[in-house]
């Protein structure tokens, strides 16, 4: 079978944002109370949000802290309680000890969100919380995400998979609430820069964390600093693509990646996309 699972919306595809939010609402409203996962990105809050006004205190977000989750990422979230509080915490999980997770085959995920959820059962069985929840949507179904399996079977609800949200619906219904997530880009942990079979090592997770952060300090959007090796394969969005090709920025960009260590510096010139190391995959769609 292939790894690329497709997994049934409850909501109609066609069904307009405002009632897709509704259906969201309604069923968050039915749970007595909630655990919810919140990595900072436009899904995942919108889910906090949404939660938080259906539940009020009944709902709590958790951000896992580990050396796969950059210190930008932390500080996004940061960002958005100041600007929309609501209840959160904190906690510290332990991929990382977990030799498969560490052995980065195309599974890597699964144990990641397997160390996730079971830190997040292990609070909601303290505290009391009747269900456990995370922010996967109608369009995550189409790419290959192993961390689906381990939410199966931690019985972890998908909130905006039931209502058949999409991204795109996603960023309209946060803009319209004012959250500042709406048009956050894209992102994911860091040991998805690096090849499958290249081990996951907080080394390599630090050098490609500073990677990005010389992009984004120079003022690109959408971007991923990929591994080989000690090559950086760097995708930026089609639309940057051309200012990053201008030789003083190509020339900018190798000499302040090479001061990190990084041997050779290449632009992928087919730019961003979510997933490209997926595209190695002999299942992958095409």
Same mark, same amino acid.
């Given at each position: 079978?292939?790894?690329?699972?497709?997994?049934?919306?409850?909501?109609?595809?066609?069904?307009?944002?405002?009632?897709?939010?509704?259906?969201?609402?309604?069923?968050?409203?039915?749970?007595?109370?909630?655990?919810?996962?919140?990595?900072?990105?436009?899904?995942?809050?919108?889910?906090?949000?949404?939660?938080?006004?259906?539940?009020?205190?009944?709902?709590?977000?958790?951000?896992?802290?580990?050396?796969?989750?950059?210190?930008?990422?932390?500080?996004?979230?940061?960002?958005?309680?100041?600007?929309?509080?609501?209840?959160?915490?904190?906690?510290?999980?332990?991929?990382?000890?977990?030799?498969?997770?560490?052995?980065?085959?195309?599974?890597?995920?699964?144990?990641?969100? +397997?160390?996730?959820?079971?830190?997040? +059962?292990?609070?909601?069985?303290?505290?009391?919380?009747?269900?456990?929840?995370? *922010?996967?949507?109608?369009?995550?179904?189409?790419?290959?995400?192993?961390?689906?399996?381990?939410?199966?079977?931690?019985?972890?609800?998908?909130?905006?998979?039931?209502?058949?949200?999409?991204?795109?619906?996603?960023?309209?219904?946060?803009?319209?609430?004012?959250?500042?997530?709406?048009?956050?880009?894209?992102?994911?942990?860091?040991?998805?820069?690096?090849?499958?079979?290249?081990?996951?090592?907080?080394?390599?997770?630090?050098?490609?964390?500073?990677?990005?952060?010389?992009?984004?300090?120079? *003022?690109?959007?959408?971007?991923?600093?990929?591994?080989?090796?000690?090559?950086?394969?760097?995708?930026?969005?089609? +639309?940057?693509?051309?200012?990053?090709?201008?030789?003083?920025?190509?020339?900018?960009?190798?000499?302040?990646?090479?001061?990190?260590?990084?041997?050779?510096?290449?632009? +992928?010139?087919? *730019?961003?996309?979510?997933?490209?190391?997926?595209?190695?995959?002999?299942?992958?769609?095409?």
């Amino acid at each position: 079978m292939s790894a690329y699972v497709q997994i049934r919306a409850n909501a109609a595809p066609g069904a307009p944002a405002e009632e897709k939010e509704r259906r969201l609402l309604e069923q968050l409203a039915g749970t007595s109370s909630l655990l919810l996962a919140l990595s900072g990105g436009a899904d995942s809050a919108y889910l906090a949000w949404a939660a938080q006004r259906a539940l009020g205190p009944r709902a709590l977000a958790i951000t896992a802290l580990s050396a796969s989750y950059s210190s930008y990422d932390r500080q996004r979230v940061e960002e958005f309680l100041r600007a929309v509080p609501i209840a959160h915490e904190f906690i510290h999980t332990r991929e990382l000890e977990n030799p498969a997770y560490l052995a980065n085959h195309p599974d890597r995920c699964y144990y990641c969100k +397997d160390e996730l959820f079971s830190a997040m +059962d292990a609070l909601a069985s303290a505290r009391a919380f009747a269900a456990v929840a995370y *922010g996967v949507n109608a369009d995550d179904t189409l790419d290959f995400r192993p961390g689906h399996r381990a939410a199966a079977e931690h019985r972890v609800l998908a909130p905006l998979l039931d209502a058949g949200l999409r991204k795109a619906e996603i960023r309209l219904l946060s803009q319209r609430a004012g959250l500042p997530t709406w048009d956050r880009p894209a992102s994911a942990c860091l040991a998805s820069r690096l090849p499958y079979g290249t081990p996951v090592t907080p080394e390599r997770l630090a050098l490609v964390e500073q990677g990005e952060a010389v992009l984004r300090e120079l *003022g690109f959007r959408q971007f991923r600093v990929r591994l080989h090796e000690r090559m950086a394969r760097v995708e930026i969005a089609l +639309d940057e693509l051309p200012r990053a090709l201008a030789p003083e920025m190509a020339a900018l960009l190798a000499a302040r990646l090479k001061a990190l260590g990084f041997s050779y510096v290449t632009l +992928d010139l087919e *730019g961003y996309r979510q997933g490209s190391l997926n595209e190695s995959l002999p299942d992958a769609p095409q």
